[in-house]
């Protein structure tokens, strides 16, 4: 006689940070989800709707953006923006990295001073810097700008990578000195490589930051952007478009951003799939000499 095993359709179990909802709770949160998506097209609805009731799509205030000079002042203040990150990008990470290995040193001195400039930068605001540094010492816009997102980006990359290296695993630093490496070659060689790709998304978040703070560049009359965009929203001639000017601009930045960020996500997914993790060739064994007795 043989009896006939049948598996059962496998559910999901309980855990003790979750319970498994069950069909009232299923359509309560179905409910939930409806009832958010129609206060947000409502709420879009009535944004478009205050938009048509103040003249905001009307062609006087289109109208600049068809005009060669505004637009050779839109894209010259995009270039302006995205010189000013390029500056202020590689200057953070230089001295990100420059703060980090202050910070990890052995020597007293220079680790104290890292620290204290690193917890200086971090607590200042961003503004603050970029009026000191133009008004007080009589900067140009633009080094005064990329000085303030410098330092401040760099103090908080400088804890990113601080952080990363020292969430590598301990065995790898003590492995490395087994080798014979110094402590040089055991930061550059084995740690900054793992806590770089670890940390990368953290990364490029920060440097979306210091993206979007280049729009403070207009506040010491630096013509990036946002100046740009303020220039034409001031403009009488066109009835001030100034939500035109901003519905321009906006996805511009967004997308700027998101750009960045799907640039994170693609490196950090290229190191996942570069990562060696097939199996090493071993060599046969040759017959080694036998031991006393062996036969």
């Known amino acids: 006689m043989t009896r006939t095993l049948t598996r059962k359709p496998s559910t ?3 855990t003790a940070l979750y319970d498994i909802p069950g069909p009232v709770t299923r359509r309560r949160h179905l409910l939930y989800g409806i009832a958010s998506t129609v206060l947000i097209v409502a709420l879009f609805g009535w944004i478009v709707h205050l938009l048509f009731e103040t003249d905001q799509f009307t062609a006087q205030k289109w109208t ?12 010259r203040g995009l270039g302006n923006t995205l010189k000013a990150f390029a500056y202020a990008a590689v200057l953070s990470l230089a001295l990100g990295a420059v703060l980090a290995v202050g910070r990890l040193s ?32 009589k900067v140009q816009p633009l080094p005064a700008l990329v000085a ?10 400088a804890e ?9 695993d301990r065995g790898q630093r003590e492995a490395a000195y087994a080798l014979g490496m110094r402590k040089t070659q055991v930061t550059t060689y084995v740690l900054a490589p793992q806590a770089v790709r670890a940390m990368l998304p953290t990364i490029i978040s920060q440097l979306v930051v210091a993206l979007k703070d280049t729009s403070l560049g207009y506040l010491i009359t630096y013509e990036e952007f946002l100046h740009a965009g303020k220039l034409i929203a001031s403009n009488l001639d066109y009835d001030l478009p100034f939500i035109p000017v901003v519905m321009v601009i906006s996805p511009i930045y967004i997308g700027m951003c998101m750009l960045l960020s799907w640039f994170a996500t693609w490196v950090a997914e290229r190191e996942r799939r570069n990562l060696k993790t097939g199996a ?8 080694g000499t036998l031991l006393p007795g062996g036969r």
């Open 12 to 14: 999901p179990e309980a």
């Open 64 to 75: 600049p953006f068809e005009y060669k000079g505004i637009q050779e002042l839109l894209l």
């Open 148 to 157: 303030g997102l410098t330092l401040y980006n760099g103090s908080v990359l």
């Open 106 to 137: 052995e020597h007293r001195a220079l680790r104290w001073i890292s620290t204290v400039l690193v917890e200086f930068f971090r607590a200042m605001p961003v503004l603050v810097m970029i009026f000191f540094i133009f008004v007080a010492l």
């Open 160 to 168: 990113v990578l601080r952080t990363g290296i020292n969430a590598v």
């Open 280 to 287: 090493v060739g071993v060599a046969p064994a040759d017959p």
